[in-house]
């Protein structure tokens, strides 16, 4: 009752507002009017607020959704915490956008409000890849960057990515102050929507030019990429962003025989052929898999709407093709990155997120090179290579789910020079002889066979918001003693900041800002962790199991042998 209250209050200020227009006010009525109050009160129960994405939810009316004036509302907030931040100085700001329903629209909304503030905008004419928009930040010397889009999110969804003046993902205090700002805006005549052309400027093509050239100065083996260049690829942009700069990027680097998912290629909202653009997903990848088969490519790719997450597919000896996950993806990278490696004036050191496998720490240790750990969220990374500039050289970064980096120039998830590394990788392959396969392997029977599972219970909805919180409190206050017969050794939770030791009864603070994510390690070498996601209503739980293997001919059983013990975990930690 409480939050059927609150909507119905929220929705009645709304509905009184002369700022308000008549459409959407004939839809509250509509809402206010209907017998089930569901869907009045998860479109009214709240306010959106900036988690690890940003600002982002289902299209519709309501302050819990992407509109015209939530969307007024956030970029209002930004651009009054811009204008106390930097008082006396030109203050110019960049925005982009993806293929979404309304993203185009979105945008223009926010550069009208940043120049209804005096704050000069540095507009792409037209939809484009998101880490393109963190590289112009730094490139076209803004204090901010804002970018439209809800990244993976099924078609119904939209967001607003807001980035700060280092090309990252704002963190706090910014992100909260933001936060701040936005909660002052008490009425939407507050919002300056009438925008000054005459601080609108466009975004060239020289900016993609000098952005190419930033990938070209990583990529290692040039050589092996001319001797191998006509390596059969096939790419797919999910209906998304990536067209615009994934097929050119891999032509600059030389690349000859890149076949499109041409069903794909057109941008569109609606994502037509998918049931979600989400490449983690087998569905998302069946044409660009189709297309693989047919032209016996050696890799297959596809990338999200906004191009900032690529899945890749390999081919597997027998002619098949492997749907690599995350954590396979970005081993085969950071190996592929640290061996090619030349030392320097600066130690070396690379990036991943607590939920990543630990295989990388195992590589980097055997390259002498420096693992970080950081939060879930690529704005955590990119704090970490603006705390350490100067004092360390930033190699690569990546996560599980699909996001990976390369060098500073870009400071968020960036699929466009992904998909180059990965072209690159498999050119060296081939040079070498081998392939993609064969080198997942080889780092299996070097480093150890480390397997992950990721299982995600959706809960939409204020009810499931409430279930997700329940769940998270009872294993923080009811945590497991054993895990699949495996004896619960430590236990991490970033909430209170505390490490359990549990054969030693011993108790150590760790060094990571507070976060609701607990972390499970057992006897048997497994780690399970379980946070909810900060950009979906889902609780997630990531299972890491790992075996040793002693030659690649036991990949078969080994691997059965995890995914067993994957299955085992899974059933007791939702039992």
């Given at each position: 009752?409480?939050?059927?209250?609150?909507?119905?209050?929220?929705?009645?200020?709304?509905?009184?507002?002369?700022?308000?227009?008549?459409?959407?006010?004939?839809?509250?009525?509509?809402?206010?009017?209907?017998?089930?109050?569901?869907?009045?009160?998860?479109?009214?129960?709240?306010?959106?607020?900036?988690?690890?994405?940003?600002?982002?939810?289902?299209?519709?009316?309501?302050?819990?959704?992407?509109?015209?004036?939530?969307?007024?509302?956030?970029?209002?907030?930004?651009?009054?915490?811009?204008?106390?931040?930097?008082?006396?100085?030109?203050?110019?700001?960049?925005?982009?956008?993806?293929?979404?329903?309304?993203?185009?629209?979105?945008?223009?909304?926010?550069?009208?409000?940043?120049?209804?503030?005096?704050?000069?905008?540095?507009?792409?004419?037209?939809?484009?890849?998101?880490?393109?928009?963190?590289?112009?930040?730094?490139h076209l010397g803004c204090k901010s960057g804002v970018v439209i889009t809800a990244s993976h999110n099924p078609k119904e969804y939209n967001g607003f990515k807001a980035y700060w003046v280092?090309?990252?993902?704002?963190?706090?205090?910014?992100?909260?102050?933001?936060?701040?700002?936005?909660?002052?805006?008490?009425?939407?005549?507050?919002?300056?929507?009438?925008?000054?052309?005459?601080?609108?400027?466009?975004?060239?093509?020289?900016?993609?030019?000098?952005?190419?050239?930033?990938?070209?100065?990583?990529?290692?083996?040039?050589?092996?990429?001319?001797?191998?260049?006509?390596?059969?690829?096939?790419?797919?942009?999910?209906?998304?962003?990536?067209?615009?700069?994934?097929?050119?990027?891999?032509?600059?680097?030389?690349?000859?025989?890149?076949?499109?998912?041409?069903?794909?290629?057109?941008?569109?909202?609606?994502?037509?052929?998918?049931?979600?653009?989400?490449?983690?997903?087998?569905?998302?990848?069946?044409?660009?898999?189709?297309?693989?088969?047919?032209?016996?490519?050696?890799?297959?790719?596809?990338?999200?709407?906004?191009?900032?997450?690529?899945?890749?597919?390999?081919?597997?000896?027998?002619?098949?093709?492997?749907?690599?996950?995350?954590?396979?993806?970005?081993?085969?990278?950071?190996?592929?990155?640290?061996?090619?490696?030349?030392?320097?004036?600066?130690?070396?050191?690379?990036?991943?997120?607590?939920?990543?496998?630990?295989?990388?720490?195992?590589?980097?240790?055997?390259?002498?090179?420096?693992?970080?750990?950081?939060?879930?969220?690529?704005?955590?990374?990119?704090?970490?290579?603006?705390?350490?500039?100067?004092?360390?050289?930033?190699?690569?970064?990546?996560?599980?789910?699909?996001?990976?980096?390369?060098?500073?120039?870009?400071?968020?998830?960036?699929?466009?020079?992904?998909?180059?590394?990965?072209?690159?990788?498999?050119?060296?392959?081939?040079?070498?002889?081998?392939?993609?396969?064969?080198?997942?392997?080889?780092?299996?029977?070097?480093?150890?066979?480390?397997?992950?599972?990721?299982?995600?219970?959706?809960?939409?909805?204020?009810?499931?918001?409430?279930?997700?919180?329940?769940?998270?409190?009872?294993?923080?206050?009811?945590?497991?003693?054993?895990?699949?017969?495996?004896?619960?050794?430590?236990?991490?939770?970033?909430?209170?900041?505390?490490?359990?030791?549990?054969?030693?009864?011993?108790?150590?603070?760790?060094?990571?800002?507070?976060?609701?994510?607990?972390?499970?390690?057992?006897?048997?070498?497994?780690?399970?962790?379980?946070?909810?996601?900060?950009?979906?209503?889902?609780?997630?739980?990531?299972?890491?199991?790992?075996?040793?293997?002693?030659?690649?001919?036991?990949?078969?059983?080994?691997?059965?042998?995890?995914?067993?013990?994957?299955?085992?975990?899974?059933?007791?930690?939702?039992?």
């Amino acid at each position: 009752m409480e939050l059927l209250e609150k909507a119905t209050t929220k929705a009645n200020q709304w509905l009184n507002s002369p700022a308000v227009d008549q459409e959407t006010k004939k839809e509250i009525e509509t809402l206010l009017q209907q017998p089930d109050k569901n869907e009045l009160i998860d479109r009214f129960y709240r306010d959106l607020e900036f988690g690890t994405g940003g600002l982002r939810g289902t299209m519709g009316v309501g302050p819990n959704c992407m509109n015209r004036y939530t969307v007024g509302v956030a970029a209002q907030g930004l651009s009054n915490y811009l204008l106390k931040s930097f008082p006396n100085e030109k203050i110019s700001v960049a925005v982009a956008h993806d293929s979404r329903n309304n993203s185009n629209k979105f945008a223009r909304i926010v550069a009208d409000v940043f120049t209804a503030n005096g704050i000069e905008v540095h507009l792409f004419p037209d939809l484009r890849p998101t880490p393109l928009l963190s590289f112009a930040i730094r490139h076209l010397g803004c204090k901010s960057g804002v970018v439209i889009t809800a990244s993976h999110n099924p078609k119904e969804y939209n967001g607003f990515k807001a980035y700060w003046v280092d090309g990252a993902q704002l963190v706090p205090p910014h992100d909260k102050n933001v936060i701040t700002e936005v909660n002052a805006i008490t009425g939407f005549d507050q919002i300056k929507f009438t925008g000054n052309n005459n601080l609108l400027h466009t975004i060239g093509a020289d900016v993609e030019d000098a952005y190419y050239a930033e990938v070209f100065k990583l990529i290692p083996a040039r050589e092996a990429i001319d001797r191998q260049k006509n390596i059969s690829m096939v790419y797919s942009s999910l209906h998304g962003a990536g067209i615009t700069m994934v097929p050119e990027c891999l032509k600059r680097l030389g690349f000859t025989n890149l076949s499109i998912v041409k069903e794909q290629e057109q941008p569109d909202g609606n994502f037509p052929t998918v049931q979600s653009p989400n490449p983690e997903e087998k569905s998302a990848m069946a044409m660009a898999l189709d297309y693989g088969k047919r032209n016996k490519a050696e890799l297959i790719m596809a990338t999200d709407p906004d191009t900032d997450r690529v899945g890749i597919a390999i081919q597997k000896p027998d002619g098949e093709y492997l749907l690599l996950n995350g954590n396979q993806a970005l081993a085969i990278m950071m190996g592929f990155i640290m061996k090619n490696l030349k030392s320097g004036p600066l130690p070396h050191y690379v990036a991943k997120t607590i939920v990543t496998t630990e295989l990388i720490d195992a590589m980097a240790k055997h390259y002498g090179v420096a693992c970080m750990n950081t939060l879930t969220g690529f704005k955590y990374i990119a704090e970490l290579i603006r705390a350490n500039e100067g004092k360390m050289n930033f190699v690569a970064a990546g996560e599980e789910s699909y996001g990976y980096m390369v060098g500073p120039f870009v400071r968020d998830k960036d699929a466009v020079s992904s998909c180059a590394f990965f072209a690159a990788l498999a050119a060296a392959a081939k040079d070498e002889g081998k392939t993609m396969y064969e080198w997942m392997i080889k780092a299996y029977t070097d480093f150890g066979f480390y397997k992950e599972g990721l299982v995600n219970l959706v809960r939409k909805g204020a009810e499931g918001e409430r279930q997700i919180k329940e769940m998270m409190e009872r294993f923080r206050q009811n945590p497991p003693e054993t895990i699949a017969g495996s004896e619960v050794t430590r236990i991490l939770d970033y909430k209170t900041g505390i490490e359990q030791d549990l054969d030693q009864e011993t108790n150590k603070p760790l060094s990571f800002p507070a976060s609701d994510v607990l972390q499970f390690y057992t006897k048997d070498g497994s780690k399970i962790s379980v946070r909810p996601s900060g950009t979906e209503p889902k609780i997630k739980f990531y299972i890491s199991v790992k075996e040793n293997l002693k030659q690649s001919s036991e990949f078969a059983v080994v691997s059965k042998k995890l995914d067993e013990k994957i299955s085992a975990i899974e059933k007791d930690i939702l039992a």
